[in-house]
């Protein structure tokens, strides 16, 4: 009898030492801006999704195309209809890994390259970047910038507006991860 409970408690401790290695933000924010002479666009998302498991330091991103909030309701609709076309594409994703070797239940500020792959329009290209990681009682803030070229991306512009959207987008990611629940 004494067994099988050693049993038990250790199957009980093996699970709640996985979960403590599943890191979780739910409210995400994405963000990216094109500049042009013409017009700035901006549009921004504080729905995104993103999983970290510590232990194989993997990463994944993932935002619904439509969340994506605009200062005028016709970029929006722009956006979701023409650019995104995010009825066939509803989603944006990452896939990655940080490749440093770093152990992410140390509190401390760092920063870490990422390397994955970058799904957006259909089309994925692999892209890496460098993450800022402030990590503080079990739970990491993650904050990075970087530039998407639009064409990489077969997202098509028409001719008639190429002057108002940039060739390349700056992109921000900004997500508070914490320990997933058992």
Do not use: W
Not at 48 to 54: C, G, H, P, R, T
Not at 57 to 71: H, M, W, Y
């Amino acid at each position: 009898m004494k067994q099988a409970y050693l049993l038990i408690c250790l199957c009980l401790f093996n699970i709640h030492a996985h979960a403590q290695d599943i890191l979780i933000s739910k409210n995400a924010a994405v963000s990216f801006f094109s500049s042009t002479v013409m017009e700035d666009i901006e549009g921004k998302s504080n729905t995104a999704s993103s999983v970290i498991n510590a232990k194989s330091r993997e990463i994944i991103f993932k935002v619904s195309n439509t969340s994506f909030q605009f200062k005028k309701k016709l970029m929006q609709e722009h956006f979701n209809e023409n650019y995104m076309e995010s009825d066939r594409f509803p989603f944006s994703k990452f896939s990655g890994k940080i490749t440093d070797d770093i152990d992410l239940s140390k509190d401390g500020n760092y920063t870490v390259n990422v390397e994955g792959s970058l799904d957006i329009h259909g089309v994925a290209k692999p892209y890496q970047c460098k993450v800022n990681l402030v990590i503080a009682q079990g739970n990491i803030t993650a904050k990075t910038t970087f530039k998407v070229k639009i064409e990489d991306h077969q997202i098509k512009v028409p001719s008639l507006v190429f002057k108002n959207i940039a060739e390349f987008v700056d992109v921000r990611l900004s997500a508070v991860y914490q320990p997933k629940k058992t």
